[in-house]
């Protein structure tokens, strides 16, 4: 995602988020695998270009999908990348590098818990 100019990102973005799980699920079965990644890829991306509300309506659909697929992996990145936007959005600057330690902290543990994912 990181080579694609922001407009390209922006595109790809509303393609994304104009997609129905259920039927392309249906349709080809790598989606529950391959769909979800690419959302927090590019709500990754987003937030690192500092376009927050984008990047928070792709943690919506993410957050959804981790739902739909019953995924606690998904889940918990769905998750963990909602905290981060919110610190990044957070006007404390001082503040941030502390609240990301300690998130990356809880992540870390997360390996202990889930030393399979490839979440983590």
Not at 2 to 27: C, E, G
Not at 96 to 108: G, H
């Amino acid at each position: 995602m990181t080579p694609l100019s922001i407009d390209q990102q922006q595109i790809v973005s509303q393609k994304l988020l104009a997609v129905d799980f259920n039927v392309m699920d249906s349709f080809n079965h790598f989606y529950k695998k391959y769909y979800p990644i690419c959302l927090g890829n590019l709500s990754d991306c987003l937030m690192d270009l500092g376009y927050f509300e984008e990047s928070k309506l792709i943690l919506e659909k993410l957050a959804f999908v981790a739902d739909h697929v019953d995924s606690i992996e998904l889940k918990m990145w769905a998750q963990y990348l909602t905290n981060v936007l919110n610190i990044y959005m957070d006007d404390q600057l001082n503040e941030k590098q502390n609240r990301l330690n300690k998130l990356n902290q809880i992540v870390t543990n997360w390996h202990n818990l889930l030393p399979s994912s490839h979440l983590v």
